[in-house]
């Protein structure tokens, strides 16, 4: 009987690709995936630790896993990503139901790991953060029936931002051979996939080891000629590498979409100094406004931390400039949390949790005003959106523009993985509401 196995999945969308590594690995060793963590047989948790509220998150799941294995004892629970990788052995005593921790680079160990479990009833934890090779390969068919895949090109971080615990947790920068690439891009087409998101902590210092002069452009200009791929995205990019090159791909590729997230963290050159950023408001500024330059309808999102140690009022205020003068078209945005380990964690002049919720409040309000205001200037318009499934609540389809914004819509025709066109009827903060005007193969 194949045994079952259960995988949830915190953060982002880096450990979203390394579950359905994981994932291809037991369907190739005669598991099968469980809806429910009561059903399987093995449980794991691929875990986030980039804030406090996502370890807490990770704990506390670990404890309700831990009480199914109460009631059956056979069930074998590991924990995996960020979290494994930053506490290592220490869980397996903190834990005593916890069988076995994977570290960010050692899930390729996965089937080793469980015989070892299973035969001697060991307990391991692997941890080593210095392995080079990364998940590679897909399982055939593994993607079929999906519309969006991620493909991830490069591991790790070399920049060290003062409040980032990432490259602790994944490592130095390594970048996949581009062939690797290429081929599972292709293999990702071959199974119906039309867009495919490239995934790096900082893809635009991907540069393979093989082959210096092959930079992140280059990779954008080979996989602008693989047959069938409708749209390439890319996540996440640092501005201090953000090349002219780069820039430039954004006004020759036609399949690379008018989209970028580039974090910002904060508006004040005094706070980017001390989390290390390597830039400052007017450079980014600068940057933002080459790509416009570059792509008009260029869609531009960021990440922005408020109540790093140290800000000030007056900080702050810097930052609500600077959305004010980039009109971001959305932010994802945080209140500053002390990662162990990372130098911002001992710094002083730590800011309260009433006004980082304050600052937080505000920054988001005035975001979402833009946003509005923003998506208000698209109804009327036709926009082409790739066909992804049904909405949320089923009644319609929905999809993406090119420039990320979701679209819901009526729907007489159109199918998945279509090109349509839409016309926008309605638009809110986070989606648009339209009616197919025209489909195209
Ligand atoms: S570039 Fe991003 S992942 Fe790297 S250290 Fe800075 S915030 Fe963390």
């Known amino acids: 009987m194949p045994r079952k196995f259960y995988i949830t999945t915190m953060g982002c969308q880096m450990n979203e690709y390394d579950s359905d590594y994981l994932s291809q690995l037991l369907l190739q060793d005669r598991f099968e995936a469980s809806r429910r963590p009561e059903d399987a047989d093995l ?9 406090r ?35 290592g052995a220490q869980l397996l005593e903190r834990f005593p139901g916890l069988d076995f921790v994977l ?21 391991i934890a692997a941890t080593d953060l210095n392995k080079t090779s990364l998940p590679s ?18 591991e790790g971080c070399d920049n060290f931002c003062s409040y980032c615990i990432v490259p602790y947790v994944r490592g130095r920068e390594v970048s996949r051979p ?15 996939v039309k867009e ?44 201090k590498d953000l090349s002219d090159d780069l820039i430039r791909c954004f006004r020759e590729l036609r399949k690379l979409c008018p989209h970028i997230h580039l974090p910002v963290q904060s508006g004040s050159n005094r706070v980017l100094k001390l989390m290390n950023r390597g830039y400052t408001r007017e450079k980014y500024a600068e940057l933002i406004q080459r790509l416009r330059d570059a792509r008009p309808d260029i869609a531009v999102t960021s990440d922005i931390i408020v109540g790093f140690p140290g ?18 078209d959305s932010i994802y945005s945080f209140k500053y949390s002390d990662r162990k380990g990372t130098p911002a964690a001992s710094l002083g002049h730590k800011v309260s949790e009433e006004i980082k919720a304050k600052r937080l409040s505000t920054l988001q309000a005035l975001q979402k005003s833009i946003t509005l205001s923003k998506n208000k200037l698209l109804e009327g318009k036709e926009v082409e959106v ?17 420039t990320n914004k979701v679209v819901n819509f009526n729907h007489h025709t159109g199918s998945l993985g279509e090109l349509v066109k839409v016309k926008i009827k309605r638009s809110f903060a986070n989606s648009l509401r339209g009616e197919i005007s025209s489909t195209r193969a």
């Open 196 to 239: 495919i998101t490239l995934l790096g902590q900082n893809v635009n210092s991907y540069r393979p080891e093989e082959d210096d002069s092959f930079g992140f452009p280059s990779l954008l200009r080979e996989l602008e000629e693989v047959d069938g791929l409708r749209r390439i995205r890319f996540t996440t990019s640092h501005p």
């Open 103 to 123: 570290g960010t680079r050692e899930i390729g160990r996965i089937g080793e790991v469980l015989d070892r479990v299973e035969g001697t009833g060991e307990r």
């Open 311 to 328: 800000e000030s009022d007056e900080d702050f205020h810097l930052t609500l400039d600077l959305i004010r003068k980039i009109q971001f």
């Open 53 to 87: 509220k996502a370890e807490q998150k990770a704990y506390s799941l670990l404890g309700r896993m831990v009480s199914i294995k109460r009631k059956r004892p056979d069930t074998i629970i590991g924990l995996v990503g960020c979290i494994a990788q930053q506490e």
């Open 386 to 402: 790739l066909v992804e499934g049904p909405s949320k609540r089923g009644r319609q389809l929905t999809g993406r523009t090119d």
């Open 137 to 154: 390969g897909h399982l055939p068919g593994y993607f079929a029936g999906k519309v969006k895949g991620y493909l991830s090109i490069m």
């Open 178 to 192: 581009p062939k690797e690439i290429l081929s599972e891009a292709k293999s990702l087409v071959s199974q119906g």
């Open 43 to 51: 449980i794991m948790i691929n875990t986030c630790t980039v804030r």
